[in-house]
């Protein structure tokens, strides 16, 4: 099944909803970089934040999360755009641990909880948007909460989770919903939204067994709405062609001197892992067309 969200409304428009499925994004950058399963919980939950996150833009707006809790996962990386373009890739992709006390993946022990979760939003404007605060879960969906609440003053439950087959290293599930109160809220719809959430299953293994993000909100939300669909995409937008103009970018003097001392360049794409190489003659190139 192909990956996507939707954007929903519920409790007569009171809460502001998204659900997501992200598992083929998830496995596809599983694969990539090699990642065990403590490792691919912790980068497939941000990823989903972070797609929810971007779907709230509009346009050509883009935003980038990086979560560093001092953990030996290092930081988590994750991009989206309003159009549902993806990537993401973690400094240690091998990180695994034992299951926790409560028999799960143990992202906290990953991640770390010495650290902050930053948030940059670029929508445009000569500065972009930035925000950040203290991890204090190293869960990923608590910190995601936290933050809405603290920087964007926004009351937000943030549920996201990754299923790993502990055999293969694939991902079964993985995918997440945000709900956000709307001003005005009554008491009565908050605390009906703490009963469903409190009664749902573990939403990675619901994701898995084949729950799309539709039902999903169904079971979160009275009378809800859903107002759109977006399909979800890993897109890295690497490429040959600006690589090279990174390298341009570097100036002639600097060229030459990778040309003798290297005898060309190799550049490596953190997102999408792949490995540029330039020779000596490639190299070449690039100078001459500085001299044109």
Request: aromatic share 6%; hydrophobic share 40%; glycine share 10%.
């Amino acid at each position: 099944m192909s990956d996507y969200l939707v954007r929903a409304t519920g409790f007569n428009g009171n809460v502001r909803a998204f659900a997501a499925r992200t598992t083929g994004i998830v496995e596809d950058i599983r694969k990539r970089h090699g990642m065990l399963n403590t490792a691919s919980a912790a980068l497939g939950r941000t990823l989903t934040v972070t797609a929810m996150m971007g779907a709230m833009l509009k346009g050509d707006e883009r935003i980038s999360v990086k979560i560093n809790g001092g953990g030996p996962i290092g930081s988590i990386f994750a991009e989206a755009n309003a159009h549902g373009e993806l990537r993401a890739y973690a400094t240690n992709p091998q990180v695994h641990f034992e299951l926790n006390e409560l028999g799960k993946l143990d992202v906290r022990r990953a991640v770390g909880t010495d650290g902050f979760l930053y948030v940059t939003k670029d929508l445009g404007l000569r500065e972009p948007y930035q925000g950040s605060v203290p991890i204090v879960s190293g869960e990923i969906g608590e910190d995601f909460s936290y933050y809405f609440v603290v920087s964007e003053q926004t009351p937000s439950a943030v549920a996201v989770g990754v299923l790993v087959n502990p055999e293969d290293h694939s991902i079964f599930g993985s995918g997440g919903f945000i709900l956000q109160l709307l001003p005005g809220t009554p008491e009565e719809d908050i605390a009906k939204i703490e009963e469903k959430i409190s009664k749902l299953p573990q939403v990675s293994r619901l994701i898995a067994e084949g729950i799309t993000p539709e039902e999903l909100i169904a079971k979160v939300l009275d009378n809800p709405t859903i107002h759109s669909k977006l399909d979800l995409t890993f897109n890295c937008g690497c490429s040959a062609e600006k690589v090279g103009n990174t390298l341009a970018s570097l100036g002639k003097a600097e060229l030459m001197s990778m040309q003798r001392e290297e005898g060309g360049a190799e550049v490596h794409c953190h997102f999408c892992n792949e490995l540029y190489q330039f020779n000596y003659d490639d190299l070449q190139e690039i100078i001459n067309d500085l001299d044109k």
